[in-house]
RNA sequence: GGCGCUUUCAUCUAGCGGUUAGGAUACCGGCCUCUCACGCCGGGUACACGGGUUCGAGUCCCGUAGGCGCUACCA
């Protein structure tokens, strides 16, 4: 390859950006950065019906927030502007124009009702070689006919011409040869003079030619229409970009593409960041999908999780930096088949790189759900050694309270499992003496007190666990939690004590 | 229905003619231990099916079945 890499990721602004197009522009982008090319972002528009404010600036932002950048497009500017389809209108028309002269595209002015009616008529119609002469169209009509429709304002559509009884074939990076013959592929409307605007298929083939895209990375959804991208960009003239479909995002359980319906099925997200539902007339806000960012997940995390959902490094590695990946990255180390989304591994990621991430996130997080709880924080530093004593346990930060609760409020019931474990007959006489005992020490400091209360314990010929685990449930209320001097270096001599005694009258 | 893609543990996957079919998550068990978690160690579970080709097939070919996608004046 002697041009410089160009890849680009274009979606359209129909709403949240799904974490399949996620997982689609990270690949982009790993391939780019591998090759040291070129990623860009443009804005696929041309459908004037499904824009949705709000959807540029939602993409733009899970990007930013997901530490994957570009290099030209959309508000990154570059020498290939605009990257906005709805903006290059005139473009369109001129290559349109240019399809036309050549006979390899031509007018219909079939409408809905009539499109509709010969679907009702032949089974399995399809607009091409067989139908199109009896459709109204420039072929079917003669050009005068049809300059004349057009000048008396008729509305109408640019179709393409499709030859059939070819074997179109289609290099695929990841999947090898695919042929599909151009019979069973129906002459696809290019342009509508409607909102005169492109469809996708026309503007796609355009804009990528000019903007010097050399790798098409895109779904896989869109393998079936990749033939009529070769033919398009046959009937320009144009050398086409190598192409790489990746295998789709599945539901966790069975059968489908991950939908956004999935997401409240199964609770888990499946858009980056939270995404406000608007109703489409009045704008009045009507629910909310869920976000990566706001459920606490780490950037690093998703990533490392979605680049492995359907690539691997062809090694053992599993947990890899972004430089890593753009390091390891390989279309042909890409599987084939979609991949089920498996949100229990994301977790493991989240776990793991939660314990390497910065304390402030976590602390900040324990501090909200403290406050929201009607508990006192305390002070700075007290939430701190809560979070480095307890984050290791933790997949998502809004787990935090219910792992560190006790260390802001006095156990409120005792957990009758526990209870039935540890809380046995001698248990009130052991606390109580223990609490005596601890009473005496003047010296409240784990590292000192641990010895001697052993000493103690032994010396009264009591089992280790028996008492220990009783306490543990006086302070916690219930038999879990961290090394229990920890626990009393923070509670505090007053506090441990009270919580003691207070269990020992209550359960008796 | 038509066309295309696809098929290794529950899930993500390694494998590119000869392997005790490997790793990760999840699950189970053990160790550690005052509990929980972490960590460490161990365990079970997979080549969809049927034909070929070959001395030899998870690996190549052909069928069948399942899964998924596309089949719009949506992308």
């Known amino acids: 390859m002697s041009h410089p890499v160009v890849v680009r990721f274009?979606?359209?602004?129909?709403?949240?950006?799904?974490?399949?197009?996620?997982?689609?522009?990270?690949?982009?982008?790993?391939?780019?950065?591998?090759?040291?090319?070129?990623?860009?972002?443009?804005?696929?528009?041309?459908?004037?019906?499904?824009?949705?404010?709000?959807?540029?600036?939602y993409i733009l932002e899970s990007f930013k927030w997901l530490g994957i950048q570009f290099d030209e497009g959309v508000s990154f500017g570059g020498d290939h502007g605009p990257y906005r389809q709805s903006e290059r209108r005139d473009i369109y028309k001129k290559y349109v124009q240019v399809l036309l002269d050549a006979?390899?595209?031509?007018?219909?002015?079939?409408?809905?009702?009539e499109l509709e009616a010969a679907r009702q008529a032949t089974p399995n119609f399809q607009y091409d070689a067989s139908t199109r002469g009896q459709m109204r169209n420039s072929l079917s009509l003669g050009l005068d006919k049809a300059k004349e429709l057009i000048a008396a304002g008729e509305p109408y559509v640019v179709r393409f011409l499709i030859e059939p009884g070819e074997d179109v074939i289609v290099n695929d990076l990841i999947r090898g040869e695919v042929k599909i013959n151009s019979t069973i592929l129906d002459d696809k409307v290019l342009y509508k003079s409607a909102d005169e605007l492109p469809t996708y298929h026309l503007a796609n083939i355009v804009d990528d030619h000019l903007m010097e895209v050399t790798h098409v990375i895109r779904g896989e959804e869109w393998l079936p229409s990749s033939p009529l991208h070769v033919l398009l960009y046959r009937a320009f003239g144009w050398e086409a970009p190598q192409?790489?479909?990746?295998p789709l995002l599945l539901a966790p359980e069975g059968n489908g593409k991950l939908s956004k319906r999935d997401g409240?099925?199964?609770?888990?997200?499946?858009?980056?960041?939270?995404?406000?539902?608007?109703?489409?007339?009045?704008?009045?806000?009507?629910?909310?999908?869920?976000?990566?960012?706001?459920e606490g997940y780490l950037p690093e995390a998703v990533i490392n999780f979605l680049a492995l959902l359907g690539w691997n490094p062809g090694n053992d590695q599993d947990i890899m930096t972004m430089d890593e990946m753009i390091k390891l990255f390989d279309l042909s180390h890409c599987s084939k088949n979609g991949a089920h989304f498996d949100i229990k591994r994301?977790?493991?990621?989240?776990?793991?790189?939660?314990?390497?991430?910065?304390?402030?996130?976590?602390?900040?997080?324990l501090k909200q759900?403290?406050?929201?709880?009607?508990?006192?924080?305390?002070?700075?530093?007290?939430?701190?050694?809560v979070v480095k004593l307890m984050k290791e346990r933790i997949n998502l930060p809004k787990e935090l309270w219910e792992q560190c609760n006790f260390f802001f409020a006095a156990p409120t019931e005792y957990a009758e499992k526990s209870m039935k474990k540890w809380w046995k007959a001698e248990a009130p006489q052991y606390v109580s003496e223990l609490c005596d005992f601890m009473e005496a020490q003047d010296d409240w400091n784990g590292e000192t007190l641990e010895p001697k209360v052993m000493e103690w314990i032994a010396g009264k010929?009591?089992?280790t666990g028996a008492v220990m685990n009783a306490f543990r449930c006086t302070l916690v209320g219930e038999a879990r939690g961290p090394q229990i001097f920890a626990i009393t270096d923070l509670l505090g001599k007053e506090e441990s004590l009270r919580r003691a005694r207070v269990a020992v009258e209550r359960l008796g």
């Not at 539902?277 to 990566?292: L, Q």
């Open 461 to 463: 010929g009591y089992k």
């Open 103 to 113: 006979g390899k595209a031509y007018y219909a002015f079939d409408n809905k009702a």
């Open 346 to 365: 994301l977790l493991w990621f989240n776990h793991h790189y939660l314990q390497e991430c910065d304390e402030k996130i976590l602390c900040e997080a």
């Open 243 to 246: 192409f790489a479909h990746l």
């Open 264 to 294: 409240d099925k199964y609770g888990f997200p499946v858009f980056p960041l939270e995404w406000t539902i608007r109703d489409k007339e009045t704008g009045e806000a009507t629910g909310t999908y869920s976000g990566y960012r706001e």
């Open 369 to 385: 759900q403290v406050v929201a709880h009607g508990a006192d924080p305390k002070s700075d530093a007290y939430v701190e050694t």
């Open 10 to 57: 274009a979606p359209s602004p129909t709403g949240p950006l799904h974490i399949g197009g996620v997982r689609t522009c990270l690949y982009n982008y790993l391939f780019a950065r591998q090759h040291g090319g070129k990623l860009l972002f443009r804005i696929e528009d041309t459908d004037s019906q499904r824009f949705v404010p709000g959807a540029e600036e």
